[in-house]
């Protein structure tokens, strides 16, 4: 089954900063990558996602882009503000759409102030 | 519209006992997805429910956990002769495309 690496698992930035979390994963059928922050005791939200056709998306300060070759994908905050702070999962699947999602093990973000 | 719903949001048990969870997804959506969260851990997948289709079984972690899904909509995840190792966030999610969470059951076993 597909299986999804993420790094780090912890990062600090100082506030203003960029911000970067990389993503590998096995199954080369694989073409849906999304990403969700995850605040303290609340449920993950849907930030940005991304299909293998594109190789890079970007919603005002947050970017994905995608390898599919290397098959890794990263996700860029610029500009980091303390609401960033969260913890942050990739996630794969075969389809966008009705298929399982596998998830990293998630990247607790922290912005310094 | 309203979001995906879960209870109860937490549920505290002792070993041995069932338990169940519900979870009412947004409306429209065909797929409904239940997913584990152990504390610090990413969220790992348990079953799937696509329409009428046969449900995808592969994540459960025993036989000792099963789900069902009426009328294509609401979805009851049971735990039987629960363990210590259970306590976790279980999350559903339901999609049209992408996959929206409820607040999740945070189970505590005792």
């Known amino acids: 089954g597909e299986n999804v690496e993420q790094h780090p698992s912890t990062l600090s930035v100082q506030e203003g900063d960029s911000a970067v979390i990389k993503c590998t994963y096995s199954?080369?059928?694989?073409?849906?990558f999304p990403w969700y922050k995850q605040e303290l005791g609340k449920r993950p939200q849907l930030i940005i996602d991304i299909r293998s056709n594109v190789g890079e998306k970007k919603d005002q300060r947050i970017a994905v882009t995608l390898n599919k070759t290397a098959k890794h994908f990263s996700l860029h905050i610029t500009e980091t503000q303390p609401e960033d702070s969260a913890v942050y999962f990739c996630a794969a699947s075969r389809n966008f759409g009705n298929e399982k999602l596998t998830f990293g093990t998630g990247t607790r973000l922290t912005i310094i102030p | 519209g309203a979001g995906v719903s879960q209870s109860p949001s937490n549920k505290v048990t002792e070993k041995g006992k069932d338990v169940e969870l519900r979870c009412d997804p947004i409306?429209?959506?065909?797929?409904l997805y239940w997913y584990r969260q152990s504390l610090g851990q990413g969220l790992e997948f348990l079953i799937y429910?696509?329409?009428?289709?046969?449900?995808?079984k592969s994540g459960l972690p025993s036989d000792r956990f099963s789900a069902e899904r009426t009328g294509g909509s609401v979805s009851t995840l049971t735990i039987q002769r629960t363990q210590q190792e259970d306590s976790a966030v279980y999350l559903c999610?339901?999609?049209?495309?992408?996959?929206?969470f409820g607040p999740g059951t945070r189970l505590t076993v005792l």
């Open positions: 409306s429209g959506h065909t797929a």
């Open positions: 999610a339901s999609s049209k495309y992408r996959q929206f």
């Open positions: 429910f696509q329409g009428n289709s046969a449900p995808d």
């Open positions: 199954d080369s059928a694989s073409n849906y």
